[in-house]
């Protein structure tokens, strides 16, 4: 049983005189009648009536008659979980300790226990009590001879008491408890939170790198952009400039294809004339020119032969971009005959060699392939190792374009190659 949730009603008292512990059995545990004789009397001159005990639970009473065994009683009632709740004793004890010595004795064992002094003395008091045991609300002292009531009222107080004080410090106990639980819940959570906290101190520090590696990114990409913006500013300045200079082009090109088709036009009609006169002159005074004379008008001839076809190519040349030029068969070894006879003077006066090989039919503007390989072979005749007369080798083929499939009859593309050494 325990005498901490229910009333703990032990009760040791320690005397070495038999008639008062049999005075304490038959107060705290009467026969199931009136107290006893004395005492009825005894409350009949206290009280209207006498203080019958019917319907009253007794105490459990232990007597013994030295405080030694009293000490020991106390000792192992605590031992087996049923300890006493009040001590009566004598304050003269023969045989050993006296009352006050069993008494720290007691409380040095267990310290709960409440504390009742019987004494005979009329000069007993405190003064010689609380220089040994100490102010303490455990102490009580009562005189002798006692009455009934007052053993009575003084046990069933003091055991009330004590049990009170048992809840009062369980109750202390479960709340110390309870604060340790608390506070060691308090520290893991403590514990926890700061190890949230350097957790998020760790992601912000993150963030925040996260933010500036952001923000530099964002500086490049507005740097990127501007760059983007100012390239395609300047590329459309250059493009306007160039159309521009385009239309300029354009405009300077008709310009000048209008200039060489009116300078042509009339530079051949004088030409012309010259060429006429010239005829006249060998065919009616032929025979009056001696022979200087036939010399000199044979090279005005050549000469205006030379400017007729400067006219001709100053006119081919403002035709260079006409859209109308029309493609027409060419036999390249009579056309490439046709150059040699006309850069015959030249090629005599450098002591050329000149080595004609195969050379195809191919399609394209007269004037334009008649221009190209005269440049050609006259750019091999003034280009060559001075003092040595230039051997000049002409060749040409037909080469399949490899972009296209097929032959040029079935739709290919054909591309004539010539080729010329000195």
């Known amino acids: 049983m325990n005498p901490v949730c229910t009333l703990n009603r032990r009760i040791l008292v320690i005397d070495d005189s038999p008639n008062i512990l049999q005075d304490f059995r038959k107060i705290l545990c009467p026969a199931d009648s009136f107290i006893s004789n004395g005492w009825a009397e005894c409350s009949h001159d206290l009280f209207d009536e006498p203080f019958p005990h019917r319907g009253k639970e007794p105490f459990d009473l232990d007597c013994v008659d030295n405080g030694m065994s009293g000490c020991d009683l106390v000792t192992q009632a605590k031992a087996q979980g049923s300890p006493f709740a009040v001590v009566f004793l004598d304050v003269q004890l023969p045989n050993g300790w006296d009352g006050i010595e ?6 040095d064992e267990d310290s709960s226990v409440q504390v009742v002094l019987c004494t005979a003395y009329p000069d007993f008091g405190w003064s010689e009590v609380l220089p040994r045991l100490g102010h303490r609300d455990q102490l009580l002292i009562l005189r002798k001879p006692f009455d009934p009531i007052e053993v009575w009222q003084l046990s069933t107080a003091l055991t009330m008491k004590w049990h009170w004080t048992q809840q009062a410090r369980l109750r202390v106990q479960e709340l110390e408890q309870t604060v340790t639980t608390r506070t060691g819940l308090l520290e893991e959570t403590n514990r926890r939170l700061e190890q949230d906290l350097l ?5 912000e520090v993150q963030l925040a790198q996260v933010v500036r590696d952001v923000e530099e990114r964002n500086l490049e990409l507005s740097a990127v952009r501007d760059h983007a913006l100012h390239e395609i500013h300047e590329r459309e300045r250059i493009e306007i400039i160039l159309r521009h200079k385009t239309e300029e082009l354009a405009r300077s090109n008709h310009d000048l294809e209008q200039f060489a088709s009116v300078a042509a036009h009339d530079l051949q009609e004088p030409l012309h ?17 001696n022979e200087n004379g036939l010399g000199y008008v044979d090279r005005v001839k050549k000469a205006a032969g030379r400017m007729q076809q400067l006219i001709q190519s100053l006119l081919v040349y403002s035709r260079v971009d006409s859209p109308h030029t029309a493609d027409e068969p060419l036999v390249l070894p009579e056309l490439v005959e046709e150059i040699l006879s006309d850069l015959g003077a030249r090629i005599a006066e450098l002591q050329a060699v000149v080595q004609v090989g195969e050379l195809p039919t191919i399609h394209g503007n007269a004037c334009q392939i008649r221009q190209l390989l005269q440049n050609l072979l006259g750019n091999a005749l003034k280009f060559h190792q001075p003092g040595v007369p230039p051997v000049i080798h002409i060749s040409g083929t037909i080469i399949q374009d490899r972009r296209h ?12 190659k010539f080729m010329i050494r000195g």
Request: glycine share 10%.
């Open 405 to 416: 499939t097929g032959s040029c009859q079935s739709g290919g593309s054909a591309k004539s």
């Open 102 to 107: 069993t008494v720290e004795r007691i409380w």
């Open 273 to 289: 004339s010259i060429q006429v006169f010239l005829d006249l002159l060998r065919v009616k005074y032929g025979s009056a020119l």
């Open 199 to 203: 957790k998020r101190q760790a992601v």
